[in-house]
């Protein structure tokens, strides 16, 4: 498969350069090979959407008022929060999300008690789904809250996951 | 490879799924080494998925998110051989990014 971004830049061999002369392709020459594919190139994102001050935040309400600029969210049968319910270690503890809700356009994961309460929180485009499967840390048994944020409005469900060992120290 | 991002991407029924794992230490900060230093924090700020050059995932990433990082979404569209790629910028503002197709 085509890589471009571990595949070093492409110069031509001499017998490929021969064959494309003999062929009159001079454009063949200045293009890459794989050039057609039209692979948008990736940049890394900008720090500077970055939420910071959301993930300084040590309680639910004010991670989630810095983040949705709301500090409740309403419990909802309609998200679902995935987790196991007593881990060995909470160094990675697979946390997934789901939800049944119209026009999801945020998705957000908060372990209550560990030292910052915001775990991770993920900006939904158009047609992508809640559906979302990450491992966080706990520090210790904590309850593990999933919000979601559709049309407006911020819906959680929690789950209660006991650690035997912490995973932040 | 420091940075390393496996990204694997499926597409069945008009819907893409996109399982990425990303080589992170993700240090919280709370932590110390066996000489009881203090491991400063290290850790992945913002990772983005785009799908043919157009975001599909924003993510925003905490102390409290697991070393070597794993993710699975998913998005509707997408078909095989579409282009999909993963960039991250980290706390010290180093960044990684890759590119891939779905399958």
Redesign the interface.
């Known amino acids: 498969m085509q890589n471009p971004d571990t595949a070093q830049p492409h110069f031509p061999k001499r017998r490929q350069v021969l064959t494309a002369v003999a062929a009159g392709g001079a454009a063949a020459l200045v293009a890459p090979r794989f050039a057609a594919a039209a692979a948008p190139t990736v940049r890394p994102p900008s720090a500077a959407i970055y939420p910071k001050a959301a993930f300084l935040r040590r309680s639910e309400e004010g991670a989630l008022k810095s983040l949705y600029g709301m500090s409740t969210a309403s419990s909802s049968t309609e998200v679902k929060v995935d987790a196991p319910e007593i881990v060995v270690n909470g160094a990675e503890v697979p946390v997934a999300v789901d939800a049944n809700l119209p026009d999801i356009t945020g998705v957000a994961v908060l372990a209550i008690l560990n030292p910052y309460t915001l775990a991770c929180a993920y900006k939904l485009p158009p047609g992508t789904g809640p559906a979302i499967s990450s491992r966080i840390k706990l520090a210790q048994t904590t309850t593990v809250v999933a919000v979601v944020q559709s049309g407006g409005a911020l819906s959680s469900a929690s789950k209660q996951v006991k650690t035997t060992l912490g995973g932040c120290g | 490879m420091k940075h390393q991002i496996l990204v694997h991407a499926t597409t069945s029924g008009g819907?893409t799924t996109v399982e990425a794992l990303v080589k992170h230490p993700m240090d919280?900060g709370?932590?110390?080494d066996k000489n009881n230093k203090p491991i400063p924090a290290h850790y992945i700020?913002?990772?983005?998925f785009?799908h043919?050059?157009?975001?599909?995932?924003?993510?925003?990433?905490?102390?409290?998110?697991?070393?070597n990082?794993?993710?699975?979404?998913?998005?509707?569209?997408g078909k095989s051989g579409d282009?999909i790629?993963?960039?991250?910028?980290d706390?010290k503002?180093e960044?990684?990014?890759?590119?891939?197709?779905i399958m």
């Open positions: 819907t919280s709370f932590l110390a700020e913002v990772i983005e785009t043919n050059g157009r975001v599909v995932l924003t993510g925003f990433w905490g102390p409290a998110v697991a070393k990082p794993f993710i699975k979404f998913t998005f509707a569209g282009h790629g993963v960039g991250w910028i706390n503002g960044t990684a990014t890759k590119s891939s197709n």
